[in-house]
């Protein structure tokens, strides 16, 4: 680790230790001083609401009856305005985008497990940036439930990057009672390919020679052959969480531990002409491309809360996340970056790369190539790519009780590393080997450090809440690239960016079922590493960094009714987005470069609704419609944006509607899943005028928990699930190959999942 990042390792611990101590203190002085009825009454104290709810969660009763086809965020396609690009229990993808919330794409959206951020601090995004497109950051049987923000909200519940809102993922806790789960399931896709899993979870419940320790512990395998042809993805996940209550069950600590290896080989999109002509499971043979990739990700987060005292209680969280990403990929050179009259997917950097980028010969040996494997094409026909990131770092809060206002004061310090490199040579495994087959050698780095004040006022005998917050931060990037084909000189270049981040909301409740809400706020995403990697290598002196953070202003109104007969809201809210990034790839140099292009304007609404029903049935529904566009002319490196023009890869409208049935042991649930068409991008990124069009999928789960007496079981349950009833074919992804000015272009599309039939049983002991 460099200077600075023991400098910033230190302070966390320094401010770790230091709210340790004085919780300690002040919770042993009450504790001390306190009989059972003050014990009671801080029992009693009930945690304040934020001025926007989540729009929309996932509760436990949905993650327990996934379908085996799903995974962590497949879960969440059922949201108003979420629309879902990852496929299968291996989360896998053909392009950097693995979902979109609003409008906004999951790299402008924050991802937090237990409130800390999971996102890849150098490119944004809970996974997927970066071609790093078949790793699992957790399973669905490693959460207990997900919330969804959408826009900005207060201070404490905003994350990393989170322009167009916050995802939460909330873990499985240990129960009180112990017991033994074993599940195993399996299923299959219409045409080709399916999957199967096991999954065993152990509860200690809760010991109380240890004062109420308790600990649970998982572990599952799956094995996935996807829907296209020569894709799959083996999925061994560990899970381990402990709590340990103590000061009479006023604190608690926490530990919380996922680890999950995946050896996946991912799709590639493809030609629609040859998807058209050989079936929508269709993907290159293995002879002519293939994609391949082993990943690792490890979240451990050691926390601690505490109701300090009768007006205080404080939280502290010690995490650390490691992702690792090593993927192979092959471009048979006999096809020379051409099959069927269509280009090679571009990210394999493929055989014809070297020649395709001229003169920038840097360190690529044509004459060892040829000598070792017979051409300098057939030099280049594996192409390995490394994409390691790290951080480790502290979060705390404390929240103080006070006479009709609850004052939340906080702060996140973090030190992210990134390790990134590539190169190509003529067979599997591929040596990296500086000055002969090396693209590029990078270490990149990243301080964060935010510190965050917010009230909830109380009013009118709390019919009217006001919730005045700000936020400040402080982020420091650095990159040290060392030469290499696509870079010249090697050389180092560091960017520090602050801003502050206000906020502002309120809520009425004219009468109890009732709530009138309304919010402002603005949050900023610092520029990825792009921003600093693409000015270092044409001189022996980098350039000057010039990409600003992009951010957004976002307003939120709406109405919530909530009582016995049911739910319902009506929300709208306007994001105006100023200093958007754009990202451009050049094919003589390799680099991609980041810039700052225009602004845009993302508006909408959305509407929802819950109902009971008769004979235990209930019905849910949601619609939610999103206007993104360009408000200035510009003129960028991939081309010419006029306002008015679509936001690429933007749903028009999201809607879904759902029955449900529960009765004793039954459970079963019909819902149906609308996605309205989209405008899709150049190659370069500039909107084109074509449009992925609308589709809708149904699906079907139900299942039957039996519960015997006076057996070794507590329960079992079968659960039979149909997803995509109809077998809708449907375009979940696309872009145009090429640019605005180039002639001859064609769509590249990711199909989405057909019909799935599939089966689990679980027993518990």
């Excluded at 408000?631 to 029955?659: I, S």
């Amino acid at each position: 680790m460099d200077i600075k990042g023991k400098g910033i390792l230190r302070d966390a611990i320094r401010v770790a230790i230091g709210c340790v101590v004085m919780g300690a203190a002040i919770s042993t002085a009450y504790a001390q001083d306190s009989d059972s009825g003050a014990v009671t009454q801080v029992k009693k104290v009930v945690e304040t609401v934020p001025p926007e709810k989540a729009v929309a969660t996932v509760n436990k009763t949905k993650v327990e009856h996934a379908s085996p086809s799903s995974n962590l965020l497949s879960i969440l396609k059922n949201i108003p305005g979420f629309n879902v690009l990852s496929s299968g229990p291996g989360n896998l993808l053909s392009s950097d985008t693995a979902f979109t919330l609003n409008g906004f794409s999951s790299s402008q959206v924050g991802a937090t497990f237990d409130g800390v951020p999971i996102i890849n601090t150098f490119l944004g995004g809970v996974y997927g940036q970066g071609d790093d497109h078949a790793v699992t950051p957790m399973t669905t049987g490693q959460i207990a439930g997900v919330q969804v923000y959408s826009g900005a909200n207060t201070p404490q519940q905003n994350s990393m990057n989170s322009l167009g809102g916050t995802i939460n993922f909330s873990p499985k806790l240990p129960a009180k009672a112990s017991g033994l789960d074993i599940g195993v399931s399996g299923g299959a896709y219409a045409r080709h390919g399916g999957t199967n899993s096991v999954h065993v979870e152990a509860n200690s419940g809760s010991i109380k020679s240890l004062d109420g320790f308790r600990v649970l512990a998982r572990y599952g395998h799956t094995n996935e052959a996807g829907f296209q042809q020569h894709v799959y993805a083996h999925l061994d996940s560990y899970y381990l969480a402990a709590l340990q209550p103590f000061n009479d069950g006023l604190s608690k600590l926490s530990l919380i531990l996922i680890h999950n290896d995946e050896k996946a080989r991912m799709p590639d999109t493809i030609p629609l002409a040859l998807i058209e002509q050989y079936g929508r499971n269709y993907q290159y043979p293995r002879g002519v491309v293939d994609n391949w990739v082993q990943s690792h990700a490890t979240h451990m987060i050691l926390g601690v809360k505490s109701l300090l005292n009768p007006i205080a209680v404080g939280s502290l969280k010690f995490f650390y996340n490691d992702t690792q990403n090593d993927r192979t990929a092959y471009a048979n050179a006999v096809y020379n970056n051409s099959y069927m009259g269509y280009a090679l997917p571009t990210t394999l950097k493929s055989s014809s790369a070297l020649d395709g980028y001229g003169s920038n010969f840097n360190v690529y040996n044509n004459a060892l190539a040829t000598q070792m494997f017979g051409s300098a094409h057939a030099g280049t026909q594996y192409q390995r790519y490394i994409d390691n990131y790290n951080n480790v770092g502290s979060k705390a809060h404390i929240t103080l009780l006070l006479p009709s206002n609850t004052v939340t004061l906080g702060s996140m310090i973090l030190h992210a590393k990134d390790y990134s490199t590539e190169g190509w040579y003529g067979s599997s495994p591929v040596p990296m080997i500086m000055g002969y087959n090396d693209a590029w050698l990078e270490h990149d780095g990243k301080d964060y450090w935010d510190g965050y004040a917010q009230d909830d006022i109380s009013l009118m005998g709390g019919r009217l809440h006001i919730y005045p917050g700000v936020k400040y931060v402080h982020v420091s990037m650095f990159s040290e690239d060392a030469q290499g084909y696509y870079y010249s000189y090697s050389g180092a270049v560091g960017k520090t960016f602050t801003w502050a981040e206000p906020s502002l909301g309120a809520t009425f409740s004219p009468i109890k079922p009732v709530e009138i809400y309304a919010n402002y706020g603005r949050t900023y995403k610092a520029p990825n590493i792009s921003a600093l990697y693409s000015v270092i290598g044409s001189s022996p002196i980098p350039s000057p960094v010039t990409v600003e953070p992009e951010y957004v202003d976002s307003v939120d109104a709406g109405i919530r009714y909530s009582s016995s007969f049911g739910k319902a809201s009506i929300a709208v809210f306007d994001r105006i987005f100023n200093k958007v990034f754009s990202y451009s790839y050049s094919n003589v140099t390799g680099v991609t470069t980041e810039y700052n292009s225009g602004t845009a304007d993302y508006k909408g609404f959305t509407l929802a609704a819950e109902k009971p029903l008769f004979d235990h049935f209930s019905i849910d529904g949601n619609y939610g419609y999103t206007d993104a566009k360009y408000t200035k002319d510009f003129k960028g490196n991939n081309g010419t944006v006029k306002a008015g023009m679509w936001r690429p890869d933007v749903p028009v409208y999201t809607a879904n509607l759902g029955v449900s049935y529960r009765r004793a042991g039954w459970y079963a649930n019909l819902s149906s899943h609308f996605v309205g068409r989209q405008y899709i991008a150049y190659q370069s990124g500039a909107t084109s005028n074509v449009t992925i069009p609308s589709y809708s999928v149904i699906d079907l789960t139900a299942s039957y928990t039996w519960q015997p007496h006076g057996s070794y079981f507590k329960k079992i349950k079968l659960s039979a699930y149909l997803d995509n009833v109809a077998d809708t074919q449907y375009i979940a992804y696309a872009y145009v190959h090429g640019s605005q000015t180039s002639g001859g272009n064609y769509e590249l599309v990711q199909e989405g999942a057909p019909r799935f039939m599939g089966v689990a049983l679980n027993a518990s002991f």
